[in-house]
Nanobody, 124 residues
Framework: VQLQASGGGLVQAGGSLRLACAASGGSVSSYAMGWFRQAPGKEREVVAAISWRGASTHYADSMRGRATISRDDAENTIYLQMNSLKPEDTAAYHC??????????????????WGQGTQVTVSS
């Protein structure tokens, strides 16, 4: 499955963005899906993840209460709604898919597919 992320941009602190990750070449319905981010000079970190069928979600402590991950398997797309954005949220945001489940996804174990990044820049 190939993933295409979109929705990034420049936003002022306190603003919101909704990222989308569209899949092609297969259905994401049997994958755990997630969002990761990587800022310059920093390691890639998980932002949020959602299990197969959406029964479970995981959020980074820094994003809990400010982000909502969702999936629309009919549209083969996952979303990340981010509110109250902070300058420290500035990074390239990548989506990922993993058939081994949400725990493996969160720990970036054997990721099946990565999408290219979409840049999020939050100005102060």
């Amino acid at each position: 499955v190939q993933l295409q992320a979109s929705g990034g941009g420049l936003v002022q602190a306190g603003g919101s963005l909704r990222l989308a990750c569209a899949a092609s070449g297969g259905s994401v319905s049997s994958y755990a899906m997630g969002w990761f981010r990587q800022a310059p000079g920093k390691e890639r970190e998980v932002v949020a993840a959602i299990s197969w069928r959406g029964a479970s979600t995981h959020y980074a402590d820094s994003m809990r209460g400010r982000a909502t991950i969702s999936r629309d398997d009919a549209e083969n797309t996952i979303y990340l709604q981010m509110n109250s954005l902070k300058p420290e949220d500035t990074a390239a945001y990548h989506c990922a898919a993993n058939k081994r489940g949400i725990l493996a996804l969160v720990h970036m174990n054997n990721i099946d597919s990565w999408g290219q990044g979409t840049q999020v820049t939050v100005s102060s």
